[in-house]
């Protein structure tokens, strides 16, 4: 049974980084795409950043520019770096694969079950 153990959220004023961090076990995680996916409060779950096991990544284009993911496969660990936080950034953040598809709205998808998430929130 897949782990996912997202941490690194917290509350930051606009303008502000946080690094979100997402360890995976139970799963050959060197093998799969990966993505981060947020949710907030009445919305839909949504795939923000998108990585392959060889590290091409792609975003949406409401985070270009100003998160940048990143995983070590040796440590089964993604990252997230998410520099000039906005408030409408604040949600909970999820990690999960992804899957190869020809943009970002088609490439969602998960392992059957996920993580608690990390909550970020942006105000002043």
């Known amino acids: 049974q897949v782990q996912l153990v997202e941490s690194g959220g917290g509350l930051v004023q606009p303008g502000g980084s946080l690094r979100l961090s997402c360890k995976v076990a139970?799963?050959?995680?060197?093998?799969?795409?990966m993505g981060w996916y947020r949710q907030a409060p009445g919305k839909q779950r949504e795939l923000v950043a998108f990585?392959?096991?060889?590290?091409?990544?792609d975003y949406v284009d409401s985070v270009k520019g100003r998160f940048t993911v990143s995983r070590d496969n040796d440590a089964d660990t993604m990252y997230l770096q998410m520099n000039s936080l906005k408030p409408e950034d604040t949600a909970v953040y999820y990690c999960?694969?992804?899957?190869?598809?020809?943009?970002?709205?088609?490439?969602?998808?998960?392992?059957?079950?996920w993580g608690q998430g990390t909550q970020v929130t942006v105000s002043s």
């Open positions: 999960n694969r992804a899957q190869l598809g020809s943009d970002m709205s088609s490439r969602a998808s998960d392992f059957g079950s």
């Open positions: 139970g799963r050959a995680f060197s093998f799969y795409s």
């Open positions: 990585i392959t096991p060889s590290s091409i990544a």
